[in-house]
T-cell receptor
């Protein structure tokens, strides 16, 4: 099956710093990528949808100036958590779809655990 | 807005036995997809099974099958011959089939933690 990678898998940073998480589709071109957030023992919550070459669409309640998403190519999307605070500590998961989003399967990355001290 | 409800936070099954996980959803759309995902301790999301709403036949993948009741908006997952490796969080998810709306994002239930006893 298709493979989606995320880097880094774990990151620990100090409060106030910015952290960038990369999501790559390794063997297909992803026209649409999604970023989810998962708190411990909770479900996945969609943060934003990004389409290659256009601005990301953020879900209600997600600060677009804090969570910067860039989908600059068909194989790479990045999530930058700016001025991170302890409440941003969470598990971030990306997924990617090839082709027409509503028809095709989403492939998930392995996730990134962010800890903000 | 669509919602997905999993009413069983935790379930337990004896190895080799059968277990059914429940899921209900709410939508006003007539065409959509339903999914069951498995999330083991590694946190990697794994697609277990997928059902297209316009197909009446219940989907089956080896030991995994679903009972899709469209009128009742119910989508349960049956795991037969449970194995130790089936222990994980299971999420039911909904996706619209209409392009331009949700753009294909998944709406997840809260999950059911399945334990398998040897």
């Amino acid at each position: 099956g298709a493979v989606v990678s995320q880097h880094p898998s774990r990151v620990i940073c100090k409060s106030g710093t910015s952290v960038k998480i990369e999501c790559r589709s390794l063997d297909f071109q992803a026209t649409t990528m999604f970023w989810y957030r998962q708190f411990p023992k909770q479900s996945l919550m969609l943060m934003a949808t990004s389409n290659e070459g256009s601005k990301a669409t953020y879900e209600q309640g997600v600060e677009k100036d804090k969570f910067l998403i860039n989908h600059a190519s068909l194989t790479l999307s990045t999530l930058t958590v700016t001025s991170a605070h302890p409440e941003d500590s969470s598990f971030y998961i990306c997924s990617a779809i090839a082709g027409l989003a509503v028809k095709n399967e989403q492939f998930f990355g392995p996730g990134t655990r962010l800890t903000v001290l | 807005a669509q919602t997905v409800t999993q009413s069983q936070p935790e379930m337990s099954v004896q190895e080799a036995e059968t277990v059914t996980l429940s899921c209900t959803y709410d939508t006003s759309e007539s065409d959509y997809y339903l999914f069951w995902y498995k999330q083991p301790p590694s946190r990697q999301m794994i697609l277990v099974i997928r059902q297209e709403a316009y197909k009446q036949q219940n989907a089956t993948e080896n030991r995994f099958s679903v009972n899709f009741q469209k009128a009742a908006k119910s989508f349960s997952l049956k795991i037969s011959d449970s194995q130790l490796g089936d222990a994980a969080m299971y999420f039911c998810a909904y996706r619209s089939a209409y392009y331009g709306g949700s753009q294909g994002n998944l709406i997840f239930g809260k999950g059911t933690k399945l334990s398998v006893k040897p």
